[in-house]
C-alpha cells in the first residue's frame, strides 16, 4: 500500500495529526514582538510527535530557525506571515533567512588511483577501494562524488574539488573492497591523480544534517526565504515571498515537491544545484525588485550535479532590471535529467545578456546530459547571445532538447552559439535577428525549423549535423 509506514500514515492523515500553535509557546504574532524562541520550541515540540503547527497570525524572528523533521508548518489565516526584519550581513546571507532545512556538507570516504576512471565511456566501471574503512556503509541507489584530492574551491564555506563528477552507486562488495558505480557525466582524470570518494550528506540522508518530511503550505514570508542545505521527501505549497536574498535557492533537495511558489526577490531567482535530484517545481513566479545590495549576475540556473527535475509553469518578470552586460537569464551547467516544460522570462531593459546558457562549469566535468527545455519565451532589449550551446575545447552538452523557444530582442551578429555537443535536437527556435554559428567540436546533432538572420558557414554546419530546415530573415 502507497505511504506505509508510520510517517506516511501520518501524512495521509494529516488533518488527525497533533496541533500545535506558537501562541502556546510564547509568541504573540503581532509583528512587533520578537518570536523567534516560542517558534522554535514549537517546532520543536511538533517534530518529536510528527505534528503540525499552525500560524494565524505575523510572527517576527530575528534570526534563522532550523527545521527539525517530521513537521508540517501551515499557514491558517490569510495573514500568516514570517518576517524576518534583522540586519542583513552580506558576509553571512543566509542568517537572514526565516528557516532552513539541513545543512549541506561532503565527507570524504576512501582514495583510490586515478586510472579506472581515465577518459570513461558513459556507463558502469569498478572502483578498487582496497582495504579502505568506510564510515559510511554504500548501498546500491546512493549517490556519490569522485573528485581530485587537490585544485579545492570554497563554496558556500565548504571546501570543493574543481574536477568532480557524480556516481550513482549500484552495486557493494565491501568483502572485496570494491564498487560498481554508474557515472553518466565523464571527465578526464589525470594518471597521476589520486580520487576521492566523498558522499553527499542529502544522497545518504544523514540525519545530522539533512532533515525529512517537512510539509511548508499557505504561509507567506517577509525580508528572508526559506534555504534548503539538505531534505528529502519534503513540500513547499503556496508560498509568497516578499523581497527576499533568494526566492528559491537549494543544495541537496531529494524527492522533493515545490508548487505554486510566488514572490519578489532581490538576487536569486530559481537556484537549484549541489545535488538536488528526483524532484519537482511547478507553478513559479518570479518578480525581480532593486536593491542597494550586491546581486547574483543569474537567475534561473540549474548546475552542480542535479539530477532528475523536472520544472513547470516557470515565469520570471525582472521589467525593473536595467543593466548592461554579465547576466545569464536561464543557465544549465554540470546537470542531467532536467526538464523545463514552460518559461516566460521578461527582462526588457537588460543589454547584452546571455539568454540560455548550456554548458561546462567551473568543475571540468561534462556540460548538461539529457536535459530538455521547451515552450520558451526569453525576451530582453539586446542578446550578447540568445544562445550558448557548449564551449570550444571542452565537452559539450549531450542527448538534450531544445524546442519551441523563441528569443525576443535584438542580438549581435554571433548571438546563437553552437560550439559543442553531440546527440542533440534543436528544433523550432526562432533566433530573431540572431545568426547562427557553430564549432568543429558541434556533430551529430539534428536541427529543424530553426529561424535566424543567416549562418555562418551552412556547408560546415550541415556537412557535420542533420540540418532539416533553416529559415533565414533579413535584419530590419
Known amino acids: 500500500m502507497a505511504g506505509t509506514g508510520l510517517f506516511g500514515w501520518w501524512r495521509a492523515r494529516a488533518d488527525e495529526r497533533q496541533v500545535f500553535r506558537p501562541a502556546d509557546f510564547g509568541a504573540k504574532g503581532d509583528g512587533l514582538a520578537d518570536d523567534t524562541e516560542a517558534l522554535r520550541a514549537a517546532q520543536a515540540r511538533a517534530s518529536e510527535v510528527g505534528g503540525v503547527v499552525e500560524y494565524d497570525g505575523v510572527y517576527r524572528v530575528t534570526s534563522r530557525i532550523t527545521l527539525n523533521s517530521h513537521v508540517t508548518h501551515r499557514g491558517v489565516s490569510a495573514e500568516a506571515t514570517i518576517r524576518n526584519d534583522s540586519p542583513f550581513d552580506p558576509k553571512r546571507p543566509v542568517d537572514r533567512e526565516c528557516f532552513s532545512l539541513g545543512e549541506y556538507t561532503t565527507e570524504m570516504l576512501s582514495r583510490f588511483p586515478a586510472a579506472p576512471l581515465k577518459a570513461a565511456a558513459r556507463g558502469e566501471q569498478t572502483l578498487a577501494l582496497g582495504n579502505a574503512a568506510l564510515p559510511w556503509r554504500p548501498q546500491p541507489g546512493d549517490f556519490a562524488i569522485v573528485a581530485t584530492r587537490e585544485r579545492l574551491t570554497t563554496l558556500h564555506g565548504t571546501r570543493l574539488p574543481v574536477r568532480q563528477q557524480l556516481v550513482k552507486i549500484i552495486a557493494v562488495d565491501m568483502a572485496a573492497g570494491r564498487l560498481d558505480i554508474q557515472h553518466p557525466l565523464t571527465a578526464d582524470f589525470p594518471e597521476?591523480?589520486?580520487?576521492?570518494?566523498?558522499?553527499?550528506?542529502?544522497?545518504s540522508r544523514q540525519p545530522a544534517h539533512c532533515v525529512e518530511d517537512v510539509r511548508i503550505q499557505r504561509l507567506r514570508f517577509e525580508g528572508g526565504g526559506i534555504s534548503f542545505g539538505a531534505a528529502y521527501d519534503c513540500a513547499f505549497e503556496n508560498l509568497t515571498f516578499a523581497d527576499v536574498r533568494d526566492l528559491v535557492f537549494g543544495n541537496c533537495l531529494a524527492h522533493s515537491r515545490l508548487e505554486g511558489i510566488s514572490g519578489t526577490f532581490w538576487n536569486r531567482g530559481c537556484e537549484i544545484k549541489l545535488g538536488t535530484h528526483d524532484s519537482t517545481v511547478s507553478d513559479l513566479d518570479m518578480t525581480y525588485v532593486p536593491s542597494d545590495q550586491p546581486a547574483y549576475n543569474g537567475w534561473i540556473s540549474l548546475g552542480e550535479m542535479a539530477r532528475n527535475v523536472t520544472m513547470s509553469n516557470v515565469r520570471l518578470d525582472a521589467s525593473r532590471y536595467t543593466k548592461d552586460g554579465g547576466v545569464i537569464l536561464?543557465?544549465?551547467?554540470?546537470?542531467?535529467?532536467?526538464?523545463?516544460?514552460?518559461?516566460?522570462?521578461?527582462?526588457?531593459?537588460?543589454?547584452?545578456?546571455?539568454?540560455?546558457?548550456?554548458?561546462?562549469?567551473?568543475s571540468e566535468a561534462s556540460a548538461p546530459v539529457d536535459c530538455d527545455i521547451r515552450?520558451?519565451?526569453v525576451a530582453c532589449a539586446h542578446f550578447a547571445r540568445c544562445l550558448q550551446w557548449g564551449s570550444g575545447g571542452r565537452d559539450g552538452p549531450m542527448n538534450c532538447t531544445l524546442g519551441q523557444v523563441r528569443f525576443h530582442g535584438a542580438a549581435d551578429d554571433d548571438a546563437a552559439v553552437f560550439e559543442a555537443g553531440r546527440g542533440n535536437v534543436i528544433r523550432d527556435v526562432n533566433f530573431g535577428s540572431g545568426r547562427v554559428v557553430s564549432g568543429p567540436d558541434f556533430t551529430g546533432n539534428e536541427l529543424d525549423n530553426i529561424v535566424c538572420a543567416g549562418v555562418d558557414d551552412s556547408a560546415s554546419l550541415s556537412a557535420h549535423n542533420t540540418v532539416r530546415s533553416i529559415v533565414t530573415l533579413s535584419r530590419q
Open 192 to 203: 597521476a591523480d589520486l580520487l576521492q570518494l566523498h558522499a553527499f550528506n542529502g544522497f
Open 330 to 362: 536561464v543557465g544549465l551547467q554540470y546537470c542531467f535529467g532536467i526538464r523545463i516544460d514552460g518559461l516566460d522570462v521578461k527582462a526588457p531593459g537588460l543589454r547584452d545578456a546571455v539568454g540560455i546558457l548550456l554548458m561546462s562549469g567551473k
Open 375 to 377: 515552450n520558451a519565451d
